[in-house]
């Protein structure tokens, strides 16, 4: 059983920058794809971003491309998404997640655990 807990969230103007963490327990951290999502009100959870188990290869949804970037520490059981030039559009709880499946996957039930959530606010 894997435990993840996200930090980092918070409220921040359109162009700023935020970085969330996202910490794994219980587990074998390494043997995991990771995978972050969000949900806004109202609509569905999205795929944003994942990483493979190594961390040698990454995949963003379209809609962050070039803004966000997703990285993890094996060493510290930690996943991070570095989130510049902020919109008011992504205003969502976001939220981390592990896979078992061998490759990045996109989808919610392809992810086995995930973590409580953390609220990111941006202002225009």
């Known amino acids: 059983q894997v435990q993840l807990v996200e930090s980092g969230g918070g409220f921040v103007q359109a162009g700023g920058s935020l970085r969330l963490s996202c910490a794994a327990s219980g587990g074998t951290f390494s043997s995991y794809n990771m995978g972050w999502f969000r949900q806004a009100p109202g609509k569905e959870r999205e795929f944003v971003a994942g990483?493979?188990?190594?961390?040698?290869?990454?995949y963003y949804a379209d809609s962050v491309k070039g803004r966000f970037t997703i990285s993890r520490d094996n060493a510290k059981n930690t996943v991070y998404l570095q989130m510049k030039n902020l919109k008011p559009e992504d205003t969502a709880v976001y939220y981390c997640?592990?896979?078992?499946?061998?490759?990045?996957?996109?989808?919610?039930?392809?992810?086995?655990?995930w973590g409580q959530g953390t609220q990111v606010t941006v202002s225009s």
């Open positions: 990483i493979s188990r190594s961390g040698s290869m990454t």
């Open positions: 997640a592990a896979s078992g499946y061998s490759r990045i996957v996109y989808l919610p039930r392809q992810y086995n655990y």
